[in-house]
């Protein structure tokens, strides 16, 4: 199972950016999906979470500001960003818990993290 992210980018404070993150592989479902990020010295931090049936939670450095999303049927978590501000400035990294089954038919949960894109907040 691999999760692509991308949509990083350099943008000015007040600007705008949508982050995508496609899973691919041998997936029978996928339950929660989010968006983390991490800057250099500081532990990774959430950002968002979605259900699977679209309950969410956003932090609140991001409420009113961030929304997350998800596509069922591509696998993919979205991740639109107004009103960029610096401190929004960090790797975003994708997540998701994503369910499939062995030839026995015993299930298997794995937890999967994207490769992280870089955005920067700058004027």
């Known amino acids: 199972v691999q999760l692509q992210a991308s949509g990083g980018g350099l943008v000015q404070p007040g600007g705008s950016l949508r982050l995508s993150c496609a899973a691919s592989?041998?997936?029978?479902?996928?339950?929660?999906m989010g968006w983390y990020r991490q800057v250099p010295g500081k532990q990774r931090e959430l950002v968002a979470s979605?259900?699977?049936?679209?309950?969410?939670n956003h932090a609140d450095s991001v409420k009113g500001r961030f929304t997350i999303s998800r596509d069922n049927a591509k696998n993919t978590v979205y991740l639109q960003m107004n009103s960029l501000k610096p401190e929004d400035t960090a790797v975003y990294y994708c997540?998701?818990?994503?369910?499939?089954?062995?030839?026995?038919?015993?299930?298997?949960?794995?937890?999967?993290w994207g490769q992280g894109t870089l955005v920067t907040v700058s004027s």
């Open positions: 979605i259900t699977s049936s679209g309950t969410t």
């Open positions: 592989g041998r997936i029978s479902r996928i339950d929660g």
């Open positions: 997540n998701a818990e994503i369910i499939y089954y062995l030839d026995d038919g015993s299930p298997v949960a794995e937890r999967s």
